[in-house]
Every structure is written in structure tokens, then in C-alpha cells.
């Protein structure tokens, strides 16, 4: 039990640390929005518990506990009209391991274009949206111990300046055998730096404008490079109560983004009957976000498995968000 006593240890300690110096400078935020009702119902404390086809958003190492196939479908209203659709599938092959495509959309509703001297509007519209497509390739080293390594692509686009980067993201869980200890690790959105650009940024450019004659020289405006989120999320999960109709799983995650402070993550599932899922869950040193809470049926047809999740997330100052997630099981 010594490598557990550490790890309470790190979880303990991880949000006691000084203010983030880096704080609010990355961006593709999108990345950052939590993905799925079940893990946002359980306040994101999921790296070691995730077990279908939302693991790709998560934690890659958790898709090797998809026996056969998994498909998951999830969306979101954010707030100011944008929406958040993610999407993952998982196949699973006994000898050679699982793999799984993902991708993420955020999407916002055109706008008008304003500017300086038309404040009603141009007659033109813009609009922006957020993209992520995943690969991944995760299988068990051990009977007891998986791996799982995601490689993505991520494009932003702003009206006609656009913005790409490749990223990556690698995660463990380590399974022990005790009320199903698991002990996991995640790194997520790790790569290079992005930068927009776009003809807009195309500009006419006076060198002297204290002379009248001279020509106006074509210019470009230079974008500022911005830094991916990356997130270090390490947890811990446990099964205290584990009778014939009526189980219960507790987690608990410290997370360590790059321009954040540090977070704790806690949530909880109560699993009766086999077949419904009360949660709930709670998230420290968010800026806005603090209790979560869901509800899911796993429901058999025939051969496949039909899965409905629902989760409610409160926030300080902002609206609620709900989440909706659909699976089908092979």
C-alpha cells in the first residue's frame, strides 16, 4: 500500500502550492471544457474510473477496458450560442490492443461585423469554430497495468484567420487488487505552440506618414504564438461498497494545468441494480465552476448495450450547463 500512501500524499499537497505565474496565457481553451455527462456529472474526478469510449478525451490508457467496440456521442450548450459536440469510437482486439478516433467541435453563431465607423454592422458575418481529431492506441503491458497514447490535430479558426498545431496526450492506470484500487495518470494537449494567421491580417503600411506623397507599403500584422493548455491530472479510485445489486466508486483527482493554480477534483457513482447511476462531484479551485451532479441508464438490446447520461453543472456568476451523452455498447 506504499504507493498509495504517496499518491494521498501528492493529492494533498498538489493545491497547496503558489499562484500559477503563467496564468490565462494558452489558449484553444475548447481543449479544456470537460467532455462527456458521466465524467462531468462525477466533477471530472475520472482518470482512473473512465472505462468506455470518453476515455479518449480523458485519459487514452481507459479505452483498453472496452471489450469489443464503443461508440460515444456528447453535447453541450456553452454559454453566448456556442455548442460543444464531441464524438469517440473504440475498437478493441484482444491480441494487438484498442484503438480509438475522437473528435471535438465548438461552434459559434455568425455575427455581424462592426467596426469604427459602421457601429450597426458592414452587412458582413462572421463566425468561429474549434477542432480537434484524435488517434489513439492504448493496450495493457500487464494484466494489471495500461498504457494509451493519443495524437491530435487541433485547428481554431476566426473568421478567416485560422491557427493549427499537433498535439499529444499519454496516460496510465495501474489496477490493484483491493475493493478495484486504481491509481492513474493522465498528460493531455502537450505540443508546440499555435499562432493565427489569415488574409486579414494583410495590411497597407505608411512608413513616414509626416510625408504626403509617399506610397503605402504592403504589410502583414505578425500573431503572437500562445501556448496549448496542458493539464498533468493524476487520481485515485476505490470501490468501498460492492454488494450483489448496489455498488459505489469514489475518486479523487489533483490536476496540474499550465496556466492555472492547482485543482482537486472529488466525485462519486452509485451504481443500483446494474443498470442506473445516481453521481456527483465537486471541483476546488475552479474560478467559476464548484458542484456537479448526473444521473445515466445502461440499458441491454439484444446484443448491444444503450447508454444515456445526463449531467448538471453549477457555476458562480454564470448560468448551469447540462451535458448529454449517448453510447452504444458492442
Keep these: 500500500m506504499k504507493p498509495l500512501v504517496c499518491i494521498i500524499i501528492v493529492l494533498a499537497a498538489l493545491p497547496a502550492g503558489a ?17 462527456g455527462a458521466r465524467p462531468s456529472a462525477i466533477g471530472g474526478a475520472v482518470v482512473a474510473n473512465v472505462r468506455d469510449a470518453s476515455a479518449l478525451f480523458w485519459n487514452p490508457a481507459g479505452i483498453v477496458n472496452v471489450p469489443s ?11 453566448a450560442s456556442m ?17 480509438g478516433l475522437s473528435v471535438a467541435l465548438l461552434s459559434v453563431d455568425k455575427m455581424e461585423v462592426t467596426t469604427e465607423l459602421e457601429p450597426e454592422g458592414t452587412g458582413q458575418f462572421f463566425d ?6 484524435g488517434a489513439t492506441y492504448a493496450r495493457r503491458l500487464t494484466e494489471d ?11 481554431q479558426r476566426i473568421w478567416s484567420q485560422t491557427a493549427s498545431g499537433v498535439a499529444f496526450d499519454v496516460g496510465t492506470q495501474y489496477h490493484v487488487d483491493f475493493r478495484n484500487l486504481t491509481i492513474a495518470m493522465s498528460m493531455t494537449n502537450f505540443g508546440g505552440d499555435m499562432r493565427y494567421d489569415g488574409q486579414e491580417l494583410s495590411v497597407k503600411y505608411d512608413a513616414d506618414p509626416s510625408m504626403s506623397y509617399n506610397r503605402l507599403t504592403p504589410a502583414r500584422l505578425a500573431g503572437e504564438d500562445y501556448a496549448l493548455p496542458l493539464r498533468f491530472q493524476v487520481g485515485v479510485s476505490i ?6 445489486d448496489m455498488s459505489l466508486l ?12 492547482e485543482r482537486l477534483n472529488v466525485g462519486g457513482e452509485l451504481n443500483i441494480l446494474q443498470y442506473f447511476n445516481l453521481r456527483g462531484g465537486y471541483r476546488f479551485g475552479y474560478d467559476t465552476e464548484r458542484a456537479t451532479f448526473g444521473a445515466g441508464v445502461d440499458v441491454p438490446l439484444g446484443d448491444l448495450r444503450l447508454v444515456v447520461d445526463y449531467a448538471y453543472a453549477t457555476y458562480d456568476l454564470l448560468p448551469s450547463i447540462s451535458r448529454f451523452s449517448l453510447g452504444i455498447r458492442f
Excluded: C
Excluded at 128 to 133: G, K, N, P, S
Design 128 to 133: 468561429a469554430r474549434d477542432l480537434m481529431i
Design 83 to 99: 455548442t460543444l459536440t464531441h464524438a469517440a469510437v473504440v475498437l478493441t482486439d484482444e491480441s494487438f490492443g484498442s484503438f
Design 250 to 261: 469514489l475518486e479523487v483527482d489533483a490536476v496540474h494545468p499550465n496556466d492555472n493554480d
Design 69 to 79: 467496440a464503443d461508440l460515444h456521442l456528447s453535447h453541450t450548450s456553452w454559454w
Design 145 to 155: 497495468f495500461s498504457v494509451g497514447v493519443t495524437a491530435k490535430y487541433v485547428n
Design 239 to 244: 470501490m468501498p461498497v460492492k454488494l450483489e
Design 19 to 35: 499562484q500559477n505565474p503563467n496564468l490565462g496565457t494558452s489558449g484553444a481553451q475548447f481543449l479544456e471544457i470537460p467532455a
